[in-house]
């Protein structure tokens, strides 16, 4: 599978943006999908995963929690990503990637397939 990302940008504190990470192929139900970000200086880190269709189990990291929501549309081969309220701290690359099959974890080794990444930048 193929992920294309995107949505990325330039907003203030307190502000939302949605992120879309759109797939190839017809097979995209049968795929975890995980949002992950990588800060300057940083290492890449879990922000959200959603499991595949058989089980909508979703998980956030605690930094997170309550202002981002990840959510997924099988017809159109995209997942998303809404974040809300969003912090100067929020400030990274962010990558959208899956694994075919129920998530593994919240590890960058969990999954298999990565997009390229789609700035964020949060102005204080």
């Known amino acids: 599978v193929q992920l294309q990302a995107s949505g990325g940008g330039l907003v203030q504190a307190g502000g939302s943006l949605r992120l879309s990470c759109a797939a190839s192929g017809r097979t995209f139900s049968t795929y975890a999908i995980g949002w992950f970000r990588q800060a300057p200086g940083k290492e890449r880190e879990f922000v959200a995963g959603?499991?595949?269709?058989?089980?909508?189990?979703?998980d956030y990291s605690d930094s997170v929690k309550g202002r981002f929501t990840i959510s997924r549309d099988n017809a159109e081969s995209t997942a998303y990503l809404q974040m809300n309220n969003l912090k100067p701290e929020d400030t990274a690359v962010y990558y959208c990637a899956a694994v075919s099959g129920p998530k593994r974890g919240t590890g960058t080794r969990d999954y298999d397939y990565w997009g390229q990444g789609t700035l964020v930048t949060v102005s204080s």
């Open positions: 959603i499991n595949w269709s058989f089980s909508y189990s979703i």
